[in-house]
């Protein structure tokens, strides 16, 4: 690496389209719907009633919030993809890793600016989203379960941020749900770790697979995933009722849990060592899995019309998106260029 404006030392100046398009790459689509989708149950949670405004901001904030946590994690992460991913945008030298510390300044920035146009008090949200995301990236992924359980507090945050957009704090019933996505994405984010075991290894990562095995990371999956379903199932008992609320939401929590079971079951059935691939096949169903699960909590909140407008899209594109980019993202098969 011969600097921050390097992608791998060598590497030929990427063309504009093939920049661009590592740009893309690196917000990683097939993910970022999901995350404007919890901020948006965050806010509708809150207030139902809210200006479209606000409910705007609440899922657009956590958007860029997350493209800008994926572009310093890949700036962070360079010298390890370097070694294990070398396909990936910033050590192929198809994006300068300037470029990704310019995208995380830019939508942190511009993030922070409209979080202080919607409530000025969720730019506490902003900066503890910031410090933990680039703790993260930059010392605690290498940590064990306490960097899953950072990378979970990530969407807590976007919940929280969602409800402070439409209200000035956070209802109490609101609290509940944030736990549940961040021990949701605790889980998701174990099993991503999964699917790198090997280049964590030889990077010198020590991520909780690294240090104990696929199996024991297995175990804590189920043991996670046990807590946020029993946690999520408690919810619509803490908050005021909403009209339609319930018959959208246990179908579509149901459907949540039995995606979950399968995701858990294809990493249960794997062999040793755990393939790489398998642990792909399970972190795409939760990735599926979980937008359903931001669509369910709107669905309580506003409806099964609105949890239609706003989930289906975003679960078809995700699905959509996943099939055409994640297998090149993560395995090199090829690129977008």
């Known amino acids: 690496m011969t600097g921050a404006g390097a992608g791998v030392a060598g590497a030929p100046a990427a063309g504009l389209r093939t920049r661009l398009l590592a740009h893309v790459q690196t917000w990683r689509p097939y993910t970022m719907l999901y995350i404007g989708l919890v901020g948006l149950a965050g806010g509708l949670l809150n207030d139902p009633r809210a200006p479209g405004w606000a ?40 994006m300068p890793a300037g470029d990704g510390l310019a995208g995380l300044v830019a939508c942190t ?47 807590a945050f976007a919940l929280l941020f969602g409800a402070m957009a439409t209200a000035p704090y956070p209802a109490p019933y609101v609290l509940p749900v944030a736990a549940v996505f961040l021990l949701h994405d605790m889980q998701s984010n174990l099993v991503g770790t999964l699917r790198d075991i090997g280049g964590d290894r030889e990077a010198g990562y020590e991520t909780f697979p690294v240090r104990r095995g696929a199996r024991p990371a297995v175990r804590v999956v189920v043991a996670v995933s046990v807590l946020w379903v029993a946690l999520a199932a408690a919810v619509p008992a803490l908050g005021p009722p909403r009209p339609g609320g319930a018959s959208a939401y246990w179908p579509v929590l149901g459907a949540c849990v039995l995606l979950a079971a399968a995701a858990i079951g294809l990493l249960a059935r794997a062999p040793e060592p755990m393939p790489p691939r398998v642990a792909l096949r399970a972190h795409a169903v939760l990735v ?31 699905i959509m998106l996943q099939a055409g980019m994640r297998t090149r993202y993560e395995f090199g098969a090829a690129t977008l260029a």
Do not use: Q
């Open 109 to 155: 920035a511009g993030g922070a600016v409209a979080a202080l146009l919607l409530n000025w008090r969720t730019l506490v949200l902003v900066a503890a989203a910031l410090a933990a995301g680039l703790g993260y990236s930059a010392v605690l992924k290498a940590r064990g379960l306490s960097g899953n359980l950072i990378r979970g507090s990530l969407t």
């Open 288 to 318: 599926v899995e979980r937008v359903a699960l931001a669509g369910a909590f709107i669905g309580l909140a506003a409806g099964p019309a609105v949890m239609l407008a706003t989930a289906l899209p975003a679960l078809l594109a995700t």
């Open 55 to 94: 409910l705007a901001g609440a899922w657009a904030v956590p958007t860029l919030g997350w493209i800008g946590g994926h572009y310093g994690g890949d700036y962070f992460d360079r010298r390890l993809d370097a070694v294990a991913k070398p396909h990936r945008p910033i050590p192929s030298g198809r």
